[in-house]
């Protein structure tokens, strides 16, 4: 579930805020410079990042002045407020010491911070991050430009996740967090003060332990700012991973990056994931799609798929369901729990009615294989075959899941045995009665 957005008060600002995590360490993420703090949530990779941190750690994450869910602000801009506001998170959380994790500009505000109050900072993160504008490989003027013409539209992907650019759900995600982040004029008040940004003369006062990380090939900023952070800090720690993203939750090596975080927050990597995981398969898809396309043409049928990815994504948390992928018109989740799988199946439905289209869902349980952040194996062949029985509205299950279930309250009716394409066999299914 997404965590409650509560407000701390900085001076007459409200700054928006949400805690999640139960671990020993507090950690406080300072974004880069748009974000909104319930939007983040909305796109898997970076759910699946914050949640990483939250395995080990209490995390804070805030909206700055002027941004997402924060107070819009006339000035008071600079990095010395921001920072006051970084403080006033901490201070209505009850945190007096934590490790900071800033990327990009958020670096930038977090190294002042560390320099400023090293008695309130355990440890310092800075990712992609940078010492003064000099380093961007932008300039101002590119940058108002995009805001002026095209603020909202989500182009900005190509810079910020250049491997994410083929992606159109990402890309429809990026452009929202444009727009729910801050208006053109905000974000280009925002890119002004940002450009005047140099603290390049305190960085070598920073006392607390530091990790500095880059990409090679970030199109945002030169690798040249994180080596000069790390040479200017005394005791640093650099690494620098291949690739061109900025967004360090995107990328073939994202999962690297979070490794590398961990180790130097807590000592110690991770314990190597398994790559086999039992799991209950949930596959949808829409009925009649095709001809439903057809009569509405293509803009209108775009506009329908996104608001029904955005009900089962929003069902799909209400269960603790994990979004693996799209399929066309379908999802691909996975639960750990086949009550909730077939509960939360069950409320899909029900949801998608009202927008005059009908789904159909099939679920299995099996072991899985992971790979990377997709799953496979004969599991996942198993509930899409099932799903493909299904009738409109209907929710049909393997006799794995209905055994599984058995005491949950959840009935179901025999739909008898079925050969599934490609699995050997007859499998018996279920339909679940509503």
């Known amino acids: 579930m997404q ?133 961007a490989q932008s300039t101002l003027e590119q940058a108002l430009d995009y805001i002026e013409r095209d603020w909202g539209s989500g182009g900005s992907v190509a810079m910020y996740a250049p491997s994410r650019m083929t992606d159109s759900a990402f890309k429809r995600w990026w452009g929202k967090n444009e727009r729910v982040s801050n208006s053109p004029a905000g974000v280009a008040a925002y890119a002004r003060m940002n450009h005047l940004i140099d603290i390049s003369d305190i960085i070598p006062t920073i006392r607390v332990p530091t990790l500095v990380i880059n990409r090679t090939e970030d199109r945002v900023v030169s690798v040249e700012g994180g080596r000069f952070l790390a040479k200017q800090i005394p005791g640093s720690r650099h690494l620098e991973f291949p690739g061109v993203d900025h967004l360090p939750f995107v990328g073939d090596n994202a999962g690297d990056i979070a490794d590398a975080i961990e180790e130097f927050l807590t000592g110690s990597r991770p314990p190597v994931a398994v790559d086999r995981v039992l799991a209950t398969v949930l596959f949808t898809d829409i009925v009649g799609s095709t001809e439903k396309a057809a009569t509405l043409g293509d803009h209108r049928w775009r506009d329908l798929l996104e608001i029904h990815h955005t009900a089962i994504r929003r ?30 199946a069950c409320a899909i439905a029900e949801e998608i009615r009202p927008l005059g289209i009908e789904v159909r869902a099939g679920l299995h349980t099996g072991e899985c294989e992971v790979i990377g952040n997709d799953i496979g194996g004969i599991a996942v062949h198993i509930g899409a075959r099932v799903a493909a029985l299904a009738g409109a509205s209907e929710v049909l299950v393997s006799s794995t899941v209905r055994d599984l279930v058995a005491g949950s309250g959840l009935r179901f009716g025999d739909r008898g045995n079925h050969s599934l394409k490609g699995i050997p066999g007859d499998w018996r299914i279920f339909a679940v009665e509503r």
């Open 3 to 135: 965590p409650d957005t509560r407000y701390a008060k900085s001076g007459d600002v409200h700054i928006a805020y949400q805690v999640f995590g139960e671990g020993a360490l507090n950690v406080v993420f300072a974004p880069p410079a748009f974000t909104n703090v319930e939007h983040w949530w909305d796109e898997p990779e970076v759910s699946r990042w914050l949640l990483r941190l939250a395995s080990y750690a209490r995390v804070v994450m805030f909206d700055k002045r002027g941004t997402g869910l924060s107070d819009r602000v006339a000035d008071s801009l600079g990095l010395d407020q921001r920072m006051d506001d970084l403080r006033a998170v901490m201070d209505a959380t009850g945190i007096e010491q934590a490790a900071l994790l800033g990327i990009s500009e958020g670096g930038t505000m977090s190294a002042l911070f560390a320099a400023t109050y090293p008695s309130r900072c355990r440890a310092l993160v800075l990712c992609n991050a940078y010492p003064a504008s000099r380093f």
């Open 315 to 344: 069902t799909l948390s209400r269960f603790r369901g994990h979004e693996i992928k799209t399929i066309g018109d379908g999802v691909l989740a996975t639960f750990d729990g086949p009550a909730r799988a077939v509960r939360c």
